[in-house]
């Protein structure tokens, strides 16, 4: 059969995927930092050139305006075999990745990936790969990018109708993507299913199906005092000290029951159904030996009265803040009270919440509460829906039958309390339904110094993906 070639092709060059990965790990694609645009470019020609290789035409189309450019998007495309009558496949992901910082945590450099041997404190076995976007989202990628060039080198071509969108701008918001699909909805709207990974599994060797991603709504907040730092000694107790002033108003923002007090944020939020919820609850996380491997405690398990920890995760908006400044911050001391004090404050949202409506009324929230003296400086960073796809879907039995003939077991059907915004984006835009099939584990370091991918998933990543070309190739017998 076409497919076993195809995977036996991938099990005898194992080495040279791995190799082809760590180049292109050794881009440093870090699309929010200026000073990276031309790696960033060079990791998007990267993934273009491996298209090409499969067989498929490719470029690199720009985004973003003149006066302020983005980064590209890589675009390919093959037209399928002739008279092909199964689904027109759209595959999502991004090459960009996260900033580095904290720099002095990495135990490697983290754009020289190394190959090492699973620690005894994270239950792997095997080796992984430890480099910045190990895990997020090249390595994933990858395991797409190799499956279509072995069906290229084993078959001559590949068997099934396929367009790729991967993007280089996903770890900043895909801030220029909203205006990509506006321009090509046409294009996209031939699609009939994307696929996507960019999210984990449960268990180690057992493939899950993300059914279920959050939105996101991602301000800055920034409380504006005096025109000036000024004289503790002098001025305390005399005027707002914004600082002070900022962390009373946003202390407000969950009651003692941990539920956020904005008016109106609850209103649209759709809930689980008892049946997902009672299903949830026979899948294998254990929630306090998630917390031990992030160096926390069983007391550590809080949120949202009523609700688990996984229901929280995947089926609850939450209010963040993400980080805090304001004042004298360098070392040693300096009495001052700050002229301002700001703070980045995000919203995940699930599905039927708005993020407009959300950065609406945490506006009319924060005006309610502007200290005397002073005022709100605002801004929206990034914003996208939550997604859902349908488990009755023709695509996601699909994608199960995959697993199923990779590791002889049904796949977990799970949802991610993560933001893709191009699966809300394309939900809502487009009408398209999104199949997330990933193969992340919980203690990859997703976005932390020292991020992995672990070989194993490497390996049930290119095996899945291969099957699922098949199985979508299948369909249109």
Known sequence: MAVERALEHLQKNEKAVIDRLIEWLRIPSISTDPKHIPDVRRAGEWCAARLRLAGLTAELRETGTKEKPGH???????????????????????????????????????????????????????????????????????????SLIAWKETTGSIPIKLSVLIEGEEEMGSKNLYAYVDQHAEELKKSDVCVISDTGMLQRNHPAITYGVRGLCYTEVILQGPDQDLHSGLWGGRCPNPANELTKVLAQLWDSNR???????????????????????????????ALKKIGLGPEANIGEA??????????????????????????????VIPSFAGAKVSFRLVANQDPKDIERLFKQWLDARTPP??????????????????????????????????????????????????????????????????????DDRIHSPNEKFELSCLRLGLRTHTRLIDEFARMSK
């Open 72 to 146: 590209p998007v890589v675009w390919a495309h093959h037209p399928g075999p002739a008279n092909y009558k199964g689904p027109h496949v759209l595959f999502y992901g991004h090459y960009d990745v996260q900033p580095v910082d904290p720099i002095e945590l990495w135990e490697s450099p983290p754009f020289e990936p190394v190959i090492q041997p699973a620690k005894g404190d994270s239950g792997g076995v095997g080796e992984r790969i430890v480099a910045r976007g190990a895990v997020d989202d090249k390595g994933q990628v990858i395991t797409f990018l190799e």
């Open 259 to 289: 539920h956020v007090t904005i008016p109106g944020f609850y209103d649209k939020a759709l809930e689980p159904t008892p049946a997902e919820r009672e299903a949830w609850r026979k899948l294998p996380f254990d929630a306090n030996a």
């Open 306 to 335: 009523g609700w688990t920890a996984t229901e929280r995760e995947w089926a609850r908006p939450t209010a963040e803040i993400n980080g805090i400044w304001g004042g004298y911050m360098g070392p040693g001391s300096k009495t």
């Open 373 to 442: 003296g002073c005022r709100w400086d605002f801004r929206t960073f990034s914003s996208g829906f939550a997604g859902n796809v349908s488990i009755d879907s023709p695509y996601l039995a699909a994608a199960t039958r995959a697993c199923e003939k990779v590791t002889g077991s049904k796949p977990d059907l799970i949802k991610s309390g993560g933001s893709i915004p191009v699966v809300g984006m394309l939900k809502n835009k487009l009408g398209l339904d999104t199949l997330l099939v990933g193969f992340g584990l919980d």
